[in-house]
């Protein structure tokens, strides 16, 4: 079982860049989708209060029932999903949550339809559980948003999950708001049907606001909603994930989690809670930083020949079609060209076949403008090297 499951790509590049900058190569790092921000005053100050309180001791499965409540309150205010305590579950980590989700909902001859370009643990959650991912694919030209009518086609009688992220890693793109429509059409139709809402990126939206998918008519009761403090809130290795969810699905969460880490870290749960509580307008500095970073690195990849990108309405990241790149001799796939980049060209960035993409890579702008500005160049000297 072990040996089938792959190590995640980000994770094996951020791996590799830390042995060869161990080894003194001077490498940029644009693999991990980690926010270069310190984390809120108000998340820290909360952590020095917490460690001074009495929370110390073991923590309630699903999560302190005061944080539980700060975000469901979060949800009201944020997304207008009206949530119980008793509906939401904290976790160490988005990831965690999605992986509960998948061991409580999936079993063997289950599918979990995912479209493509999709977060590389997807398809990997499914497989641990048992299940078959059906992965529906898109392209550039698409802007990395499968058409409605294919991903219909892709549910069978053996579909219980549907999942996907908005704003999506790897490619940045922003489901509109007919986008959602037409997709909630779809899943009423299929009265089995259950959504993961992957919203990790809603403060990281550039044009219009984050709609979240259960808030659409008859989509509340068919939608785990899974969000956390590492992206917004710069806060990742603290590793809080939280679900909002129908209450038999928390509780189902809940059991799974009570068999693996128990309750979560009990001094981030308080940090979660100010974090929750604290004005999304505070986080709006390091939103315009992060549009600022995708309209720079849209502007110097044009300098690398052949790439082609799309203009990404959120998250992090851009997903550059590097297909002119691979010429079927030393460069057959995007695996290997961003093992040629990592070797010839000091820098990391992630292949995307794990995502779903192949012929393209992931790079994450989470990082200076002048390390940015330095990687592209760098990347546009190795490509023009090969041609």
């Not at 900058?21 to 917490?50: C, M, N, T, W, Y």
């Not at 009570?258 to 979560?264: A, L, P």
Request: neutral net charge; hydrophobic residues 45%.
């Amino acid at each position: 079982m072990v040996q089938a499951i792959a190590e995640p790509a980000t994770l094996l590049m951020a791996r590799r860049s830390r042995e060869l900058k161990a080894q003194g190569r001077d490498v940029i790092d644009l693999s991990l989708g980690e926010p270069d921000h310190a984390p809120p005053p108000f998340a820290l100050a909360a952590a020095h209060a917490a460690l001074d309180g009495p929370w110390h001791k073991y923590t309630p499965v699903n999560g302190y029932a005061d944080v539980r409540e700060a975000i469901a309150q979060k949800f009201k205010r944020d997304n207008g999903l009206t949530y119980t305590a008793e509906q939401i579950v904290i976790s160490t980590g988005a990831k965690q949550s999605i992986m509960n989700v998948m061991l409580a909902m999936i079993g063997p001859g289950d599918e979990v339809v995912i479209p493509a370009p999709f977060w590389v643990t997807y398809a990997e959650q499914v497989r641990i559980a048992g299940g078959t991912p059906v992965i529906v694919r898109s392209t550039l030209e698409e802007d990395y948003k499968a058409p409605i009518e294919r991903i219909a086609a892709a549910i069978t009688p053996r579909t219980r999950l549907l999942m996907f992220s908005s704003p999506c890693n790897p490619s940045g793109s922003v489901l509109t708001l007919a986008e959602m429509e037409a997709l909630a059409e779809v899943v009423a139709r299929h009265p089995e049907l259950y959504v993961i809402s992957d919203e990790i990126y809603e403060h990281i939206v550039f044009d219009g606001t984050h709609r979240s998918f259960a808030a659409l008519p008859g989509m509340m009761e068919r939608t785990i909603t899974v969000n956390g403090l590492s992206k917004a809130f710069a806060l990742t290795g603290w590793r809080i994930g939280f679900l909002g969810a129908p209450l038999w699905i928390a509780q189902a969460v809940t059991k799974v989690q009570g068999q693996f880490t128990s309750g979560t870290n009990s001094i981030a749960q308080r940090v979660t809670k100010a974090c929750m509580e604290a004005d999304p307008a505070l986080l709006s500095g390091m939103r315009s930083d992060f549009l600022r970073r995708r309209d720079l690195v849209l502007n110097e990849i044009q300098k690398v020949p052949g790439w082609r990108c799309n203009r990404p309405q959120g998250a992090f990241y851009v997903l550059p079609d590097v297909s002119d790149t691979l010429n079927g001799s030393t460069i057959r796939s995007s695996v290997d060209l961003c093992l040629h980049l990592l070797d010839s060209a000091n820098v990391s960035i992630v292949e995307g076949d794990s995502f779903g993409a192949p012929g393209t890579v992931r790079i994450s702008y989470a990082t200076s403008d002048d390390k940015l500005v330095m990687a592209i160049d760098r990347i546009a000297k190795a490509i023009t090297a090969l041609r």
